[in-house]
């Protein structure tokens, strides 16, 4: 067996239409309000789809809480707007945009060197230079930014370069050239109102990360549950961005769902735990079963961080698309901390027993997407393979993330096999999700299944009436065994432990 989608370098978006419409065929992800002609950047969870988050949610949940230094906590979404004065949102939690002035299409500036190629990058490049030759101030701005990795991307970032090489690039929707305006901050909080008033007084914001509810409970947490540094709170949940440019599926949309933990330690332990988390966060999507060579590090310069940070890392996956971050780990310092005491006048110093010192400790986030990790496990189980020369598709989840784990499947609908099959389903339900499936001819009902990721089909047959024996076929390798009906549940305990 090969993997075909390998093959097919050039063929990346095709993959990516061919998992979006499995998604919707199969029940894993609708468009949010389809029939009302859908909602730009929100999607639904079908039956299957809910499944599969549901599993990465737990696993998350197992694997950061089921320890004795990290607790769990669920913060409302909306909070006091003054949290977010505090966090900087208000201020900077802004993306710069452009309008096309022709075809009123909206760009994220920063993101406008994903969209345009290299040849016309390199020829918008050169032209600013032929218009700015005389300004030996933009000329060292300009060399500058040839010494970075992305000159174009530099380019845009420079406030007085920017505006003029946007006159030379052609949208990328309509291609006329000379019709962005200049670009703008955009805030990308949600905003409502709380009560009947609209008005100023009562604005609260859709959180944009969950990490804020997890600061200003910081002290809840710690008294309640009389832990000392170094620990973690940990939490999973909705957050919204109004994103300019919604795109690639479930990667980046309005309304996502964040798996956030915040570790709280001594300031001097501060590398010790970046080190730590940063290993231990890669390793949770290997050991689900993510393809190695699809995932890897990127490591943010020191003149990129963010204001509050002074380590970050993104943890990548290699999409159809291109690499994309599916995680960040950051050493946040005592930032968060600190300008919540300052805005709250409440003090959020932790008292250190040993050392007898007040101190505001610092802060190692992890900080998931669980929606991009769906997807994220979704491509990466996607194979299309050759089986004795019929070709399959089947999604390769890990055992413990398959939305279903067994399907039970009576060869023929007669000689009491429905009635085996449906006792067998009946025991299995309790512990596990299972589908019962009569219809069609087997090999069907085994295509029907690897297609959705079930890693077991259970086989009732002739050989049953017998001997109360089932086949148990495996998806990926298509092995069969034979095991008693009374194994059949312990069997399938087994084999999803890790
Ligand atoms: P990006 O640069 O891609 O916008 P970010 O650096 O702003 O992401 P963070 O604020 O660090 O992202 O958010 C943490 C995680 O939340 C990201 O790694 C990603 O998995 C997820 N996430 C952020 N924005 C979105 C979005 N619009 N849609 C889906 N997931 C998102």
Excluded at 327 to 348: A, P, V
Aim: net charge negative; charged share 30%; aromatic share 12%.
């Amino acid at each position: 067996m090969e993997r075909i989608i390998e093959k097919k370098q050039n063929n990346r978006s095709e993959i990516l239409d061919k998992i979006v419409s499995l998604a919707k065929r199969r029940g894993f992800v609708f468009q949010s309000s389809e029939i009302y002609g859908g909602l730009n950047g929100c999607w639904d969870y079908g039956p299957l789809g809910v499944e599969l988050l549901r599993n990465i949610n737990e696993e998350w949940w197992k694997t950061m809480t089921y320890r004795d230094d990290v607790e769990g906590l669920d913060a409302s979404i909306l909070m006091h707007p003054k949290v977010w004065e505090a966090s900087g949102h208000v201020e900077n939690f802004t993306d710069p945009m452009v309008d096309c002035k022709q075809c009123k299409a909206r760009f994220r500036v920063d993101l406008l060197s994903e969209m345009i190629n290299e040849k016309k990058k390199a020829k918008a490049l050169e032209d600013l230079r032929n218009e700015i030759i005389n300004d030996s101030k933009l000329v060292d701005k300009y060399s500058n930014a040839f010494q970075t990795e992305d000159p174009f991307s530099a380019v845009l970032e420079d406030q007085d370069l920017s505006t003029k090489l946007l006159q030379q690039i052609n949208c990328p929707q309509c291609g006329n050239k000379n019709t962005f305006t200049s670009a703008r901050q955009f805030n990308l909080m949600f905003k409502t109102f709380i009560g009947p008033v609209e008005d100023s007084g009562a604005v609260v914001y859709l959180r944009p990360e969950t990490a804020q509810g997890i600061f200003v409970n910081f002290l809840n947490v710690q008294s309640s549950s009389r832990q000392k540094l170094p620990f973690g709170i940990a939490q999973v949940g909705k957050a919204f961005r109004n994103e300019i440019n919604t795109k690639n599926f479930l990667f980046r949309t309005r309304e996502f769902e964040q798996m956030e933990m915040q570790f709280f330690v001594k300031p001097a332990d501060d590398k010790k735990w970046y080190d730590y988390w940063k290993a231990e966060r890669l390793q949770w999507f290997k050991d689900l079963g993510m393809t190695e060579n699809k995932l890897r590090y990127h490591d943010h310069p020191k003149e990129k961080l963010a204001h509050y940070a002074k380590e970050a890392t993104d943890i990548e996956y290699e999409f159809p698309f291109g690499w994309g971050e599916v995680e960040g780990i950051h050493n946040r310092t005592n930032f968060d901390l600190s300008r919540h005491e300052e805005y709250s006048g409440k003090s959020l110093k932790y008292f250190d027993e040993e050392s007898k010192e007040k101190f505001i400790p610092y802060i190692i986030e992890t900080s998931a997407g669980a929606s991009r990790s769906f997807m994220a496990f979704l491509v990466d189980a996607y194979y299309e393979e050759e089986v004795k020369g019929e070709m399959r598709t089947v999604l390769k989840f890990h055992s413990r993330l398959a939305p279903i784990k067994a399907a039970i499947l009576p060869l023929v609908n007669k000689d009491g096999m429905p009635e085996i099959s449906q006792r067998i389903e009946k025991d299995l339900r309790k512990d596990f999700k299972v589908f019962y499936d009569d219809k069609g001819a087997v090999g069907r009902r085994y295509r029907r299944q690897d297609e959705v990721g079930t890693p077991f089909c259970i086989t009732v047959d002739t050989q049953t009436l017998d001997d109360q024996t089932v086949t148990v076929r495996e998806r990926d390798s298509m092995e069969q065994v034979r095991i008693r009906i009374d194994n059949v549940s312990s069997y399938l305990n087994d084999k999803l432990k890790f």
